[in-house]
Nanobody
């Protein structure tokens, strides 16, 4: 299993970024994928997950309405479209493979997940 994030960078408050996660070694129909972030000195925060098998999608309250998760099956890629970025969104963002897409699985930033990538840094300047 391999997960490789990209698309991070520096953006001004109110701006947008689209993160990508190139996945290999597993099938999107068999496993859920999600995103979590970790800011310096803070705990991991689960943001969103999606499960192709049944169409389930969940968002953390902190990003609901601003972030959108999606899958491009042809490219084996998961996206996180981030709009209306705020300074508090500054963090390293990671994609994760998990056994299910449930709000409970997002608690603690997908603590029980078995694979995640190396992350991509998002910096939002105020």
């Amino acid at each position: 299993v391999q997960l490789v994030e990209s698309g991070g960078g520096l953006v001004q408050t109110g701006g947008s970024l689209r993160l990508s996660c190139a996945a290999s070694g597993f099938n999107f129909d068999d496993y859920a994928v999600g995103w979590f972030r970790q800011a310096p000195g803070k705990e991991r925060e689960g943001l969103s997950c999606i499960y192709n098998n049944n169409g389930e999608i969940y968002y953390a309250a902190s990003v609901k309405g601003r972030f959108t998760i999606s899958i491009d099956n042809a490219k084996d890629t998961v996206f996180l479209q981030m709009n209306g970025l705020k300074a508090e969104d500054t963090a390293v963002y990671y994609c994760v493979k998990d056994v299910a897409c449930r709000p409970a699985r997002m608690v603690g930033g997908f603590d029980w997940a078995d694979y995640w990538g190396k992350g991509t840094l998002v910096t939002v300047s105020s």
